[in-house]
């Protein structure tokens, strides 16, 4: 098949699949397209990338001044969310009180901007990242919350799954990342490197596994039946996609989802929910104390098929461990990958030319020092509450995000992936709670006028509501 045939048959199966889904709920809002083209980037390559043909690394100068193209769409989607927000009567006031801890940590993250060696690079990107925290509240404020959820999810997947297959057969100048050592390749699809890839696998994956076990009980409805088919094809092709990226971190982070998603749904959890409350937390905690208590982490890496080093990771850690940083309050919100000591890295530490340290605690510690390092783990904490009162008062949302927050904190065991990414979008759509009263507004409007219509999925506005390439991760430059 020609690749122009190719993609333009992906463009109108595409079409076809938005306007006849079977899961598609006419209650969520047009406005969901705003967080879904803000996910879509997240979980590809930003706009600027696909103007170039292949997969290439950033200059040092790129990562700090950006592109003026990102820089203009990221700042319309963020006035249209805010515009989306003010039109919903969002109170900020009730959000920071359900959320302080959260709020605390963004403001520790923007105050850090005055202590960067590159201040006006880190607010640009502080205020890009809070571009996400904007777009996920446009979903979880919606008037039918849950459907909202999974409307996004759904379409990103229907989206981006297909043409990484598309591209990564048929378009090898986009979709191949080569080892600038051995020559190798590796499949990225729409993203920027294999871990990409199976981070957008991992997520696409999680999603129809959660919404299969959510709906089986339902499955001899005629309905239920197609959108049950839809998921398994779609879950079918997120692994074979997951195999091809070879993501050994993003494979074994999905089926840990799974497990806990598997477990929530047993007849023995669902009658003894404090077992799965106290497994979760204590699953990590187990994973901790073996790696830094009894130094077992080769051994584990070896068990799963992975390098003793975790692919150098262990080295890398070492290295920036070793760099001078201030340890209580860091270098600055996304300043470190940056000037000097990005250039130090790439040529002192003989890892190649990465920008992340492939450990999310580690490069929050880099950034924010142990202040903020302490702040994000309250969040964590408190998120975690939120989560497990759901799962006891509405068990369907509750299931996904307690999978979400396992595999959440485990990928950033060997991955960055706080603060920015499609991972950490998925966190905050289960994790931050939502004022009550303005998504009851929003709720009540449009059961008005509807005549009396019920808004769906109530129990997430009352509780609140998701291997080492040679090239970066997510080339990440200013906003």
């Keep these: 098949m020609q690749p122009t045939l190719a993609l333009l048959l992906w463009l109108v199966l595409l079409i076809a699949l938005l306007r006849f889904d079977p899961a598609r709920e006419s209650r969520t809002s047009s406005a969901l397209w705003v967080p879904l083209i803000w996910l879509a980037i997240l979980g590809s390559r930003l706009p600027s990338q696909w103007q170039s043909t292949g997969v290439g690394m950033m200059s040092i100068q790129a990562m700090g001044e950006g592109n003026p193209l990102d820089r203009t769409i990221f700042l319309l989607l963020i006035v249209l969310a805010i515009g989306i927000l003010f039109s919903r009567r969002f109170s900020v006031i009730q959000f920071a009180t359900k959320n302080i801890l959260l709020i605390s940590f963004l403001f520790f993250a923007l105050l850090s901007v005055f202590w960067s060696d590159f201040p ?99 499955r001899r409805q005629r309905r239920t039946k197609l959108i049950l088919a839809v998921d398994v094809a779609f ?51 187990l994973y901790l104390i073996l790696v830094f208590v009894f130094e077992m982490n080769g051994a584990m890496a070896q068990a799963v098929g992975k390098d003793p080093t975790l692919t150098d990771r262990t080295g890398i850690w070492a290295f920036l461990l070793g760099m001078h940083t201030n340890p209580l309050i860091g270098t600055g919100y996304q300043s470190f990958w940056l000037g000097p000591r990005l250039d130090y890295f790439w040529h002192a530490s003989g890892f190649g030319h990465i920008n992340e340290a492939h450990n999310g605690f580690i490069e929050l510690y880099l950034e924010l020092g142990i202040i903020g390092v302490v702040l994000f783990i309250g969040f964590l904490i408190a998120s975690y509450r939120i989560i497990y009162k759901r799962f006891v008062s509405s068990p369907g949302t509750g299931i996904l995000g307690l999978a979400v927050w396992l595999v959440l904190v485990f990928y950033n065991m060997s991955e960055a992936a706080f603060e920015w990414g499609l991972m950490y979008a998925l966190f905050l759509m289960t994790a931050m709670s939502v004022p009550e009263r303005s998504a009851l507004r929003v709720s009540a409007s449009h059961a008005n006028k509807k005549h009396g219509a019920i808004p769906v999925g109530q129990e997430m506005v009352s509780h609140g509501t998701a291997g080492l390439s040679t090239g970066p991760k997510k080339a990440l430059p200013a906003f």
């Excluded at 009658?271 to 905690?285: D, N, T, Y």
């Design 235 to 285: 879950l079918a092709m997120s692994i074979l996609l997951l195999q091809a990226a070879q993501s050994t971190t993003a494979k074994l982070c999905l089926a840990l989802g799974g497990l806990v998603i598997l477990a929530a749904k047993s007849k023995f959890i669902r009658r003894r929910p404090a077992i799965l409350k106290a497994a979760i937390p204590g699953a990590f905690c």
């Design 120 to 218: 006006f690079v880190a607010f640009k990107r502080w205020f890009r990242d809070f571009g996400t925290y904007l777009v996920i509240l446009v979903v979880l404020t919606d008037r039918s919350p849950v459907e909202a959820m999974r409307t996004v999810l759904r379409r990103l997947a229907y989206i981006l799954i297909p043409l990484s297959i598309v591209l990564d057969k048929y378009f090898n100048q986009l979709s191949r990342q080569y080892n600038a050592w051995t020559g190798v390749f590796t499949y990225v699809g729409v993203t920027t490197s294999k871990n990409m890839l199976g981070l957008l696998c991992l997520v696409s994956g999680l999603y129809f596994l959660w919404d299969i076990f959510a709906r089986w009980p339902h």
